[in-house]
Structure formats: structure tokens, C-alpha cells
T-cell receptor
Framework: DAGITQSPRYKITETGRQVTLMCHQT?????MFWYRQDLGHGLRLIYY???????DKGEVPDGYVVSRSKTENFPLTLESATRSQTSVYFC????????????FGSGTQLSVL | DAKTTQPPSMDCAEGRAANLPCNHSTISGNEYVYWYRQIHSQGPQYIIHGLKNNETNEMASLIITEDRKSSTLILPHATLRDTAVYYCIVRVEPGGSYIPTFGRGTSLIVHP
């Protein structure tokens, strides 16, 4: 579904560098989420946001920073990338109403060398 | 949190029904069961959800037991394109926030 887009699709960086992954949705959904996916771990929640300027930690937030100044954007920043942050990152959004389904982006494959 | 338990893998013959079980024995009365699937390297895709009653849509059917402690996703006529990882989740809502938590899911392989 083209309503939620992630960029870049692929990223290679070096240890210690700052990296920002972008997520943009066009539905004005209140909720946005960042997950990482590694072999053997399924999808793990990093951070989420219930609305603009409201963010909270998920299961694995260490080493990541998020912001949400506008409803439609939810960037994820790795302030000093480490090799353990090599992963596939998925952004998702959902409406505020209870029991609304999630819509996922296509993912960003990040390699930290 | 209402945790879910799914078998790590299953297989199914093409054209047959695929029945994917999920255990959610600690589910609360107002928590819904959701199913998503993830085809290789793509973002997960919503399939279906339900509270108490059985549900059906164009993709699948969802059967929830009367005590709501388990559910089954049914793909009535599985095709090769249904090969994917299937996730069963329940809505977690501490403090009013909506936090969907995924486990490792079930890897379904549909074979010819």
C-alpha cells in the first residue's frame, strides 16, 4: 500500500556513524511504530508514537532516537551505529480508533560495517 | 500483556486448507486477536481480526474458541503464494496506548 513509505530501501554505513531512517504516511494516522527484524527474533518494537510530539519506548529502544514533529513523519535515528544494529527496519502506522489494523512500509535493510 | 504462542513452522499441500493455530490463554475480555502475514522480505500485511465470533473475509477465516484462549486462521484453499510467516497478535493496551507486539510467528510452506 503506497500510503506509507520508507527510505532508503538499503543503507550501508560504518560503525560510529549517525544514520536516519525515514518513514512517511499519507493517511494522517495517529499511531506510528518502528520495528526491527532479525533472524530468530521476529519483529521487535523499538519506539512508537501515539500522536505528534508524543513518543515512547518499545522493547528494544537502546541506541535509537525518534522524533515526531509532524503527524505524517516518524524518523528513526541511530546516533552512533553499531554492528548489532544491522537489521531490517519496518515502520508501521494505524488510526487512533481501537482495534485498527497496522499498515507496514516496505522496510529498510541496514548494514553496519 | 496477552502473549501468543504459535508453532514455528507448518506445511500444507497446494489446494488444501491450511489451519494455523494460535494460543492466547491470557487474553483479556476486550482484546482482539489479529492475524498478519509476511511474505519474504516484505512488510507484514493485515489478514483478519476478531473478538469473539468467527470472522471471514476474502483472504481467510478466523475461528476463535468460546473461551477465547485460542484461535485458528484458516486459508481454505492454500496456494504457493500463501507461503509466508503468519503472525497472531493481540492488542496490548497499557495506559491507553496501543502497542502491537509480534512474536516469531508460524512459517507456512505450501508445497505443490
Amino acid at each position: 500500500d503506497a500510503g506509507i513509505t520508507q527510505s532508503p530501501r538499503y543503507k550501508i554505513t560504518e560503525t560510529g556513524r549517525q544514520v536516519t531512517l525515514m518513514c512517511h504516511q499519507t493517511w494522517s494516522h495517529s499511531y506510528m511504530f518502528w520495528y526491527r527484524q532479525d533472524l530468530g527474533h521476529g519483529l521487535r518494537l523499538i519506539y512508537y508514537s501515539a500522536a505528534a510530539d508524543i513518543t515512547d519506548k518499545g522493547e528494544v529502544p537502546d541506541g535509537y532516537v525518534v522524533s515526531r514533529s509532524k503527524t505524517e513523519n516518524f524518523p528513526l535515528t541511530l546516533e552512533s551505529a553499531t554492528r548489532s544494529q544491522t537489521s531490517v527496519y519496518f515502520c508501521a502506522s494505524s488510526a487512533f480508533r481501537t482495534n485498527e489494523k497496522l499498515f507496514f512500509g516496505s522496510g529498510t535493510q541496514l548494514s553496519v560495517l | 500483556d496477552a502473549k501468543t504462542t504459535q508453532p514455528p513452522s507448518m506445511d500444507c499441500a497446494e489446494g488444501r486448507a491450511a489451519n494455523l493455530p494460535c494460543n492466547h490463554s491470557t487474553i483479556s475480555g476486550n482484546e482482539y486477536v489479529y492475524w498478519y502475514r509476511q511474505i519474504h522480505s516484505q512488510g507484514p500485511q493485515y489478514i483478519i481480526h476478531g473478538l469473539k465470533n468467527n470472522e471471514t473475509n476474502e483472504m481467510a477465516s478466523l475461528i476463535i474458541t468460546e473461551d477465547r484462549k485460542s484461535s485458528t486462521l484458516i486459508l481454505p484453499h492454500a496456494t504457493l503464494r500463501d507461503t509466508a510467516v503468519y503472525y497472531c497478535i493481540v492488542r496490548v493496551e497499557p495506559g491507553g496506548s496501543y502497542i502491537p507486539t509480534f512474536g516469531r510467528g508460524t512459517s507456512l510452506i505450501v508445497h505443490p
